[in-house]
């Protein structure tokens, strides 16, 4: 197995790869049999931090197929539950009943008895964030998780959690998985910036703005190539759907032309090679998508271009 580099998660023992594999395509747009290909290619190549999460999974057969069952009977059949660090969430709801109901489920779908990383996955309006967290301290004092994370907090939701922990001697949040790429960087100004201070990883998904930054979409919203990710689902276009988001792929696809490169290359090298990243997952519907992200990871591309890149924006 290929090494990659580790880098801490937060303050724990714990450490993670500098590139992660996340599960959101399995069982929605590849089957088992080609998420495990996936899985097998990423993991031969040396990672082993994957992300997945209660909502993972699309309808076979007609019946839901969650990732995180085929990622369990996959590290089951492989016998490498020790050697991947898992990461789940909770995305039904931030409440005490509802968190303990879930992780419950999702250790039996992975058929672990604890995961590295239990996140929520979004922020709750409907949920005081002090019974939120409390709950995430009793999942990791049970033994269930090795540490706690959230999803989608801005920077000013993330300080806020951190001192509620502080003030109450709780598990602390130690990773933050926030969307960050070169058609949203505003995470440089969010939560990057509270992570640095407290010592908590930032977790970069999507960096190809979920295929965004290959190219291969128009503004017609009527005309989204069959299988993609905005065909399954469509909300993303009202994430990346703007003017100025189409102006840097056409920016993003003069340079790749001029350098010989693909897009997909230049757009992840661009989110890993940020300093204030400690991590990025890559979602893959191949293994030729795994070795775009490894080679994002160990090519990468210099300062100057980085810079050039994001004055696109």
Known sequence: MSRIEQVPLGRTALRIGRIGLGSGTFGREIDEETSRAVLDHAFERGVTCIDSAEGYGGSGSGAFVPSERILGAWMADRGVRDQVVVMTKVGSGNGPTNIEQVIVQSLERLQLDRVAVYMVHHWDDEVPLDETLHALHEVVASGRAQAIGCSNFTGEQLAQALEISRRNGWARIEIVENIYNLARPEEERSSMPVCERHQVTFLAFSPLGAGFLTGKYTGD?????????????????????????????????????????????????????????????????????????????????????????????
Request: proline share 3%.
């Open 221 to 313: 919203r009527g005309r989204l190539p069959a299988g993609t990710r905005f065909d399954v689902a469509p909300a993303h276009c009202d994430v990346y759907f703007s003017d100025r988001n189409f102006r840097v792929v056409e920016r993003l696809r003069a340079k790749a032309a001029e350098l010989g490169e693909s897009m997909a290359y230049l757009a992840g090298a661009w989110t890993v090679s940020n300093p204030s990243v400690g991590s990025t997952l890559f979602g893959a519907r191949s293994t030729a998508q795994v070795d775009n992200a490894l080679r994002c990871l160990h090519d990468g591309i210099d300062a100057g271009l980085r810079a050039e890149m994001a004055s696109w924006g």
